[in-house]
């Protein structure tokens, strides 16, 4: 089945720490997106890729990086993680919305748990 | 931007009730969206639904997008329906769109 795969699903990291998540897809889509969800609150758009191209959102902290390897693969960086970046981390994918030519449904993955000690 | 609003916050049924859900919009979409996050945190698509009504099972919405509002049905719940409910509009950005999401509708279903 075509699907959004993320791994790990469950990360525990130290206070400044580097951890990099990752996010797979076999839906063939041009665009990911990563998302953050604190408790019991809405996913947030962090950045999102249409092909290689990056957008960033403009309140998204630079400790967040992103990369881009190919169609298929989506990194998200937490280049000093800290207490307050504990949280769900989603990756989705749609299709390109002008090949569309209407908006089209975001596919999202079960998400990775992020712990920060 | 445009404001997406979910009621109500939370919901508390006995297992076999029906229930509704709200999403108003407060600018005209081309789409939107209504999602299943189960416990474990997965963001399941319910429906991808710009006007009219669709029907999955015991669950269907409807969109009234002149109207700016779309209503989420659950008849005969389960246990299995406990989790949040959001809807989300999509905002067109270059060639790919942001999600704008409400704050959800967190159902419990007891058994």
């Known amino acids: 089945d075509a699907m959004v795969i993320q791994n790990p699903r469950y990360q525990v990291t130290q206070f400044g720490k580097p951890v990099t998540l990752s996010c797979s897809q076999t839906l063939n889509h041009n665009v990911m997106y990563w998302y953050q969800q604190k408790s019991s609150q809405a996913p947030k758009l962090l950045f999102h890729?249409?092909?290689?191209?990056?957008?960033n959102e403009a309140d998204t902290p630079d400790n967040f990086q992103s990369r881009r390897p190919n169609t298929s693969f989506c990194f998200l960086d937490i280049r000093s993680p800290g207490l307050g970046d504990a949280a769900m981390y989603l990756c989705?994918?749609?299709?390109?919305?002008?090949?569309?030519?209407?908006?089209?449904?975001?596919?999202f993955g079960p998400g990775t748990r992020l712990t920060v000690l | 931007g445009i404001q997406v609003e979910q009621s109500p916050p939370d919901l508390i049924l006995q297992e076999g009730a029906n229930s509704t859900l709200r999403c108003n919009f407060s600018?005209?979409?081309?789409?939107l969206q209504w999602f299943h996050q189960n416990p474990w945190g997965q963001l399941i698509n319910l429906f991808y639904?710009?006007?009219g009504t669709k029907q999955n099972g015991r669950l269907s919405a409807t969109t009234v997008a002149t109207e700016r509002y779309s209503l989420l049905y659950i008849s005969s719940s389960q246990t299995t329906d406990s989790g949040v409910y959001f809807c989300a509009v999509p905002l067109q950005q270059g060639g790919s769109e942001k999600l704008v999401f409400g704050k959800g509708t967190k159902l419990t279903v007891n058994p």
């Open positions: 989705a994918t749609s299709r390109d919305w002008f090949r569309q030519q209407r908006a089209d449904t975001q596919y």
């Open positions: 890729y249409y092909d290689k191209d990056f957008n």
């Open positions: 600018d005209s979409v081309n789409n």
């Open positions: 639904i710009p006007s």
